[in-house]
């Protein structure tokens, strides 16, 4: 009777032993369970995580160079030291994923959700990021040099100190956004937002904002810049720049 009325309660609560852990267990594959699990310091290059369930869970210096992960939860995951090196990431969830110097070079985010993230020196050189939404995101000293970020969303982000030099920021928003020093060097800026964005010692040497939106004159006058900045109609510099060599370094 004792048994019988023990195993009724597991049922109506909903789980039985080891369930919990079944999933952390199971080995890599397309739409695999590992919700909080520990996958720490594996080599998973190339894996197929397509649709995989990774909410909460423990990547740190786990390698996924090359790994599919398209359609992934992510959403709270620890990426620190994380290797997402060429991964596709596609339409994936990253909301409030935390990581410090996660490498995602080369990958390719189009579409994700990465509301809220927080990366600490993450390196996304050449990545692709196109449509993908940062808002609200957290990512100083990122290296996005070369990127594709076309149409992205970085509203309300802070990415003090990060390199976009050479990235395609076409389209993208950058409305009410921290991007105090970090530096615009020969980026594609056209159609970019910048309405009340922050804009202390922001290197925009070597850059072309004439047809950027929403940027003010009372904005670039924190910023560094010098006779190779271009700046939109109704727009004008300051005289002269108010920076030093040293503001013009994005380290």
């Known amino acids: 009777m004792m048994r019988a009325s023990a195993l009724l309660v597991t049922l109506m609560l909903g789980f039985s032993p080891g369930v919990a852990e ?3 267990k199971d080995h890599a594959g397309s739409g695999v369970d590992w919700t909080g699990c ?12 397509d649709s995989a369930n990774l909410e909460g869970s423990n990547l740190t210096s786990t390698d996924l160079t090359g790994a599919n992960l398209d359609g992934a939860n992510l959403n709270t995951a620890d990426l620190s030291y994380t290797s997402l090196k060429s991964a596709s990431l596609k339409g994936a969830s ?13 990958a390719d985010l189009s579409g994700a959700n990465m509301q809220a ?3 600490f020196r993450a390196d996304l050189t050449n990545a692709t990021l196109v449509k ?22 970085f509203e309300k982000s802070d990415v003090i ?9 076409t389209d993208l928003n950058f409305s009410f956004a921290i991007v105090a020093r970090a530096s615009f060097r020969n980026a594609k800026l056209t159609g970019s937002d910048w309405s009340n964005a922050y804009l202390f010692r922001t290197i925009l040497v070597d850059a072309d904002l004439s047809g950027v939106i929403g940027l003010t004159t009372a ?9 190779s900045t271009i700046l939109p109609a109704g727009v004008e510099a300051p005289t002269p720049w108010p920076c030093t060599r040293q503001d013009e370094s994005s380290e």
């Open 22 to 24: 079944a999933g952390c």
């Open 38 to 49: 520990t996958k720490k310091l594996l080599m998973l290059q190339s894996a197929s995580l």
């Open 94 to 106: 990253l909301i409030k994923t935390a990581g410090n110097r996660t490498s995602l070079v080369e």
């Open 117 to 119: 993230i927080e990366l």
């Open 132 to 153: 993908a939404d940062l808002s609200r995101s957290s990512l100083p000293r990122a290296l996005f040099t070369g990127a594709n970020l076309t149409s992205a969303s």
């Open 161 to 169: 100190r990060s390199n976009f030099d050479n990235a395609d920021l």
């Open 219 to 227: 904005q670039v006058a924190m910023a560094c810049g010098d006779s």
